[in-house]
């Protein structure tokens, strides 16, 4: 089973991208149980959206405590109590300028940053990162495809489809090329 967090601010997206993210990975015909929490009901405070994935029906029901893999839409969020939901092997994707030599202080976690502004940006999407995430986060994943991701962007997204799914390619061709190259 993938265990998977994703954190955000309230409004950043974060649910939306986890929403996306089953729903991607349930069109490949993956059992996928998702739930949120939510920290204030108000824009900026912090709010998760985590998701297991897996091959078979998922009984398990109660809180991820060791993540196979993490999506943070704020470097700021990356503090002791959510990297405390990780180990070594965990993925980290988090949305920043930094560089990846940045978050060396960090001990032993995989960080992979990526600079989702930027690209939603290149875009024309202005603050919207969650499609330039998504790409990046499948990309490390290895899963779900990337045809299967941009397909159910273009069915949900309110506006602007195909630059959202741009941004999905686009992050998604750069975290793959790096991934290959070491």
């Known amino acids: 089973m993938r265990e998977i967090l994703i954190v955000g601010r309230g409004g950043q997206g974060a649910q939306t991208a986890g929403n996306l993210l089953a729903r991607a990975f349930f ?37 991820i405590e060791c993540a196979s893999a993490l999506l943070c839409f704020d470097d700021s969020l990356l503090d002791e109590g959510f990297l405390a939901r990780a ?37 024309d999407m202005g603050k919207v990162v969650n499609s330039a995430l998504l790409g990046a ?11 299967t991701m941009c397909e159910v962007i273009e069915q949900t997204a309110p506006a602007k ?10 992050t998604f061709q750069m975290f793959n090329d790096s991934l290959q190259a070491g």
């Open 137 to 147: 986060f499948i990309a490390v994943l290895d899963q779900p495809q990337l045809e």
């Open 27 to 63: 069109g490949e015909g993956k059992y996928v149980q998702t739930f949120a929490t939510y920290g204030g009901a108000r824009r900026g405070t912090p709010v998760t959206s985590s998701l297991r994935i897996d091959d078979q029906a998922i009984r398990l029901r109660c809180d």
């Open 87 to 123: 180990d070594s092997k965990t993925k980290i994707v988090v949305n920043s300028a930094k560089s990846r030599e940045s978050f060396r202080d960090y001990g032993d976690f995989i960080i992979l940053p990526i600079n989702g502004k930027d690209i939603a940006r290149q875009n």
């Open 161 to 170: 489809k195909q630059q959202n799914v741009a941004a999905c390619r686009q």
